[in-house]
């Protein structure tokens, strides 16, 4: 399976030779990479032209997980931690809603907590750190609990990433999506369960 990440520009309205539509074009593709990939981006002189490709080139692994850390780190209280990384996930790896789900079955929204829910053991369903289940339907029968919590949130996918081990989980993210999940890139799985890391240590 292959993907693309395509900038679209427009000629003559957005320029009017090869090489100013062809910058331009860098500038949109460039800015949807750091978006996450697999996706596409018009260029807009409004939002886009004052971008500079060389820094969104560098916009990598890195540079999320010092971001990241720097958020995680500003915060005392783990939900609040989880909270205050959310923009840098929205941005960067599509990533809208986030619950933290207690090990005893309550799953709290990290930006609003009073959306909560009771959602049940689900870790008999959680078999690597990461787990991707791109129909919220595969958890009916084994976590009904859950499959209403998610369909009642309008979700049809849904990502979980485990905090702690196997062994001994301290949680779980949830990442709840209202349309079918995009494929993910190895490096956002690495931000990704770099996280969980942080949030392990906590």
């Not at 292959?2 to 860098?26: C, H, Q, R």
């Amino acid at each position: 399976l292959i993907t693309a990440t395509i900038g679209n520009v427009t000629f003559p309205a957005d320029a009017d030779d090869y090489e100013k539509l062809f910058s331009l074009m860098d500038k949109a593709l460039y800015h949807g990479k750091r978006r996450g990939r697999n996706c596409y981006t018009i260029y807009d002189r409004e939002k886009h032209a004052n971008l500079e490709v060389r820094s969104l080139a560098k916009s990598g692994i890195y540079t999320s997980m010092r971001e990241l850390s720097k958020l995680f780190a500003g915060k005392s209280r783990l939900i609040d931690r989880l909270g205050a990384v959310m923009p840098v996930l929205n941005d960067g790896f599509q990533i809208h809603t986030m619950y933290y789900a207690f090990p005893g079955g309550e799953a709290v929204n990290v930006l609003d907590p009073s959306d909560h829910a009771r959602i049940g053991d689900i870790s008999s369903q959680i078999m690597d750190d990461i787990v991707l289940f791109d129909s919220v339907d595969d958890l009916r029968e084994a976590c009904p609990a859950f499959h209403k919590a998610l369909t009642g949130r309008n979700a049809v996918s849904v990502l979980i990433i485990r905090i702690g081990t196997a062994d001994e989980p301290s949680g779980y993210r949830i990442c709840p999506e209202k349309r079918r999940h995009r494929i993910r890139q190895e490096d956002e799985y690495g931000i990704l369960y770099f996280l969980s890391s942080l949030a392990a240590g906590v």
